[in-house]
């Protein structure tokens, strides 16, 4: 599925929460939705989904816009945290019900899920722990094969064994069947393995969206003796600085030519990767400041 | 195959790496099939694309080549290839490097040759 999001504004009354959002998804991708708790991750998703509509700008889905419109809704699938406090319908009948408004849902696929994920599928959806609920609403994400399928923390109550059941079982089913995916995620060490771009959500606006291997080489950590480390260092943008004895470790937002690669192996400095959640954490620094 | 990735170096490269130390320890023959992305993807739950990127960057090495609908296998060739390359690397990098240590500590040469015939020889008995 192809999204083309247009100078998007989101907001409720006469406060925005995002302004100027303009990005393009392609078809089939795993996508990685990123920003710090309250920078509106979920309200841009709930546009996405054609949930709510947004204040300014427009967002086309293959070419339409999705807002009311039945034909568009139907082959997308936002799985998020929603209350099913009140669902009495036993998990099987819950499922079934759900897939009533999905053309490509597969039944044989859901029991095989809730087997997997050990969902009691005679008990009703209310009475299950927080974390069975989350698995439950994870089978009716996956076997829609929604074209577009956005997973915002789905993963919440659920323990370490099911999210990697989770994250299994939707890097196999992407790959049986291609479609484009959104995960929306605070664990981002654990899932930053399963996406392929990245867009970071900042301080109202899209700081970013880029390959991820082309945002993780942006990061590095340069480590040797003080002076070196400075020197080598200098006119690029640091992110860190720790300091142990006469030792120096810098980290730079700065993608390093073979020749400064070089150049670093030459004077004996260490260069390193910085993982995608702590490049997350410190191109988002400072962001408590600016909101409200 | 190395159960965990780790994060000191990107991920494609970690794959890379693997499937050549598997090549080099004669694990993978010549020849024989590499492991399949969808393996390599579901085990260590990576994108495909990343698996991927790793997978042609031996194919462009010409230590894999691809068979169409069926995978990925061992070039002829391969495991000779990469003990070349690894023995250029073993120069520069472990060599360098002991010889930059030994510099600091103000051993010679001579020593160094000695302190080698030692350890090879705790290694036999």
């Not at chain 1, 947004?54 to 293959?62: E, L, W």
């Not at chain 1, 993780?216 to 480590?223: A, K, N, W």
Request: net charge negative.
């Amino acid at each position: 599925m192809h999204i083309q999001a247009e100078n998007l504004s989101i907001g409720y009354g006469s406060k925005n929460i995002l302004e100027h959002v303009s990005f393009e998804l392609e078809e089939n991708k795993i996508y990685g939705l990123l920003g710090r708790n309250g920078t509106g991750k979920t309200s841009l998703l709930s546009v996405l989904a054609a949930f709510r509509k947004p204040k300014a700008g427009r967002i086309m889905v293959n070419g339409e816009e999705p807002f009311e419109n039945a034909a568009v809704m139907e082959t997308i699938l936002f799985v998020y945290d929603s209350n099913l406090e009140d669902e009495t319908e036993k998990v099987k009948k819950w499922l079934r019900m759900n897939a009533a408004f999905r053309p490509n849902y597969d039944h044989d696929y859901a029991d095989y899920l809730c087997r997997r994920f050990n969902i009691p599928v005679n008990k009703a959806v209310k009475d299950l722990s927080k974390g069975l609920k989350s698995a439950v609403q994870v089978v009716d994400g996956l076997a829609s094969r929604a074209s577009l399928t956005i997973f915002d923390e789905a993963y919440l109550g659920m323990d370490a064994p099911a999210r990697e059941l989770f994250y299994e079982e939707v890097l196999k089913d992407y790959m049986e069947h291609p479609r484009t995916i959104i995960l929306s995620t605070h664990l981002i060490s654990e899932m930053a393995g399963m996406i392929e771009e990245v867009l970071i959500i900042n301080d109202g606006t899209l700081l970013l969206q880029q390959d991820k291997e082309q945002l993780l080489e942006r990061g590095t950590t340069v480590t040797g003796p003080k002076e070196k480390v400075l020197a080598f260092t200098e006119g690029k943008k640091r992110l860190k600085e720790q300091q142990l004895g006469s030792t120096m470790s810098i980290m730079i937002d700065a993608v390093l030519s073979d020749q400064e690669k070089q150049q670093a192996k030459a004077e004996n400095l260490e260069l390193g990767p910085v993982a995608l959640q702590e490049l997350f954490i410190h191109l988002t620094e400072g962001a408590e400041q600016h909101a409200g | 195959m190395r159960p965990t990735l780790d994060e000191s170096k990107p991920i494609f490269q970690q794959i890379t790496k693997m499937i050549e130390d598997d090549i080099v320890n004669g694990e993978l023959k010549e020849g024989e099939q590499a492991p399949s992305s969808t393996q390599l993807v579901a085990y260590y739950k990576i994108n495909p694309s990343t698996v991927l990127k790793g997978m042609n960057q031996l194919v462009d090495d010409q230590i894999l080549y691809k068979k169409r609908g069926v995978g990925m296998f061992v070039a002829d060739g391969a495991r000779g290839k990469l003990l070349e390359a690894r023995r250029q690397t073993f120069m520069e990098e472990y060599i360098g490097s002991m010889l930059q240590e030994a510099g600091r500590l103000g051993i010679s040469t001579d020593d160094i040759y000695k302190m080698m015939e030692e350890m090879k020889r705790r290694g036999e008995r």
